[in-house]
């Protein structure tokens, strides 16, 4: 299947600075990224899907000025958490689509994310 | 938009045992896909299946996609199948936005 790898895979911030995560599907191209988050003991929600040289679509109640996606090139989405307060921390992971099937969906290891 | 329900919630089993996983979604979809996310917090990619029945190792799946459910069948369950196993669905006019269930956590004792 596809390869989707994340980066890194755990950060501590303090509070106000900003933190970067990068997504890079390895061996395929992907114009279509997906970004979601995960609390504790909680399912996955969708955040924001990252569109290669286009903005990126917020799903609903999603700050889009917090979370900056960049999806700049065919094989890298990044998503930056700006002015990071602790109730940002988080468990974020990205995935994009195999394009042999045009459906099933990859993940990259993910990100967990502290703010201090 | 689509939900989609997981049962059990919770699931404790002892070595060996078999176990099915149950996911019920309220609308069409495009695709469905059985993930297991390991402690540290990976998904890995068990089944895409968005209708039939596949098989892998001691895992099997089927989706009923008229009657809008999924079921994962794990045989001789082993400690390592401890986790949290989730169902996730792309709804019909969409392209890879999943929407999860929110999983089933499964307990292995040996």
């Known amino acids: 299947g596809a390869v989707v790898s994340q980066h890194p895979s755990w950060v501590i911030c303090k509070s106000g600075t900003s933190v970067k995560i990068e997504c890079r599907s390895l061996?395929?191209?992907?114009?279509?990224m997906f970004w979601y988050r995960q609390f504790p003991k909680q399912s996955l929600m969708l955040m924001a899907t990252?569109?290669?040289?286009?903005?990126?679509?917020?799903e609903q109640g999603v700050e889009k000025d917090k979370f900056l996606i960049n999806h700049a090139s065919l094989t890298l989405s990044t998503l930056t958490v700006t002015s990071a307060h602790p109730e940002d921390s988080s468990f974020y992971i990205c995935?994009?689509?195999?394009?042999?099937?045009?459906?099933?969906?990859?993940f990259g290891q993910g990100t967990r994310l502290t703010v201090v | 938009g689509i939900q989609v329900e997981q049962s059990p919630p919770d699931l404790i089993l002892q070595e060996g045992a078999n176990s099915t996983l149950r996911c019920n979604f309220s609308?069409?979809?495009?695709?469905l896909q059985w993930f297991h996310q390991n402690p540290w917090g990976q998904l890995i990619n068990l089944f895409y299946?968005?209708?039939g029945t596949k098989q892998n190792g001691r895992l099997s799946a089927t989706t009923v996609a008229t009657e809008r459910y999924s079921l994962l069948y794990i045989s001789s369950s082993q400690t390592t199948d401890s986790g949290v196993y989730f169902c996730?669905?792309?709804?019909?006019?969409?392209?890879?936005?999943?929407?999860f269930g929110q999983g089933t956590t499964l307990q292995v004792k040996p």
């Open positions: 995935s994009a689509v195999d394009p042999s099937t045009d459906t099933e969906a990859f």
């Open positions: 990252s569109n290669e040289g286009s903005k990126a679509t917020y």
């Open positions: 299946i968005p209708s």
């Open positions: 609308d069409s979809v495009n695709n």
């Open positions: 996730a669905v792309v709804g019909s006019g969409n392209t890879g936005k999943l929407i």
């Open positions: 061996d395929f191209q992907a114009t279509t």
